[in-house]
């Protein structure tokens, strides 16, 4: 299954914009509930002015919100921001720490945006569970789980580990593009055929 995803997406990285750790950082944790797309059209302006938690610090409040106002529930971002960065001053001169324990300790971040963290800018062989990979980690049968700590588990005891560093944004990119909620392209999969979806759309 992974071989064949691989083959098929040769360049498995996230889509949100960055250039460090604490600019993803910042952009995982606007993406809750939004789409990577409003996410880079905002964070194109935020990290144009601010790209260090002392630069965001001293744009507040109301400069944060300005660049962020059209992604949902930005004020809660705005704030949860504001905390982290201030933590990663005080805590961590002014770096995203590489420990999941220090990353969770920050506002705004939980276990699935620690994970993205790990993987994406540290390296390391994590598997952020999100909507995409919980629906195709329990259609497939690759992974059931009743909540996504369950398919976590049972994905990092699973995924061969060859993998396991890249399987995060395989899966993600297979179910944003092709194993899709509503119609997924069943009949395009690379996968089809190990696949224990049972009413596959084949058209």
Request: charged letters at 15%.
């Amino acid at each position: 299954m992974f071989q064949r995803l691989a083959q098929a997406i040769p360049n498995p990285v996230t889509e949100l914009a960055y250039r460090t750790p604490f600019e993803l950082l910042i952009a995982v944790v606007l993406s809750a509930q939004a789409t990577d797309k409003s996410v880079n059209k905002a964070t194109a302006g935020l990290f144009a002015v601010a790209d260090t938690p002392q630069a965001m610090l001293a744009l507040g409040e109301d400069g944060v919100k300005q660049h962020i106002k059209t992604i949902g529930l930005y004020n809660n971002k705005t704030s949860n921001i504001l905390k982290l960065c201030a933590a990663l001053v005080e805590q961590h001169q002014g770096q995203v720490p590489s420990e999941r324990a220090a990353l969770e300790a920050l506002a705004g971040v939980g276990r699935k945006t620690a994970n993205v963290i790990l993987n994406t800018a540290f390296g390391e062989p994590t598997i952020a569970v999100d909507t995409h990979i919980f629906r195709l980690a329990n259609r497939t049968g690759l992974a059931p789980g009743a909540n996504v700590t369950q398919v976590e588990q049972s994905l990092l005891q699973n995924v061969p580990p060859a993998y396991l560093k890249d399987a995060h944004h395989l899966l993600i990119l297979h179910g944003r593009y092709t194993c899709l909620a509503r119609k997924p392209r069943c009949g395009e999969c690379v996968i089809n055929d190990l696949c224990e979806f049972n009413t596959k759309n084949l058209t």
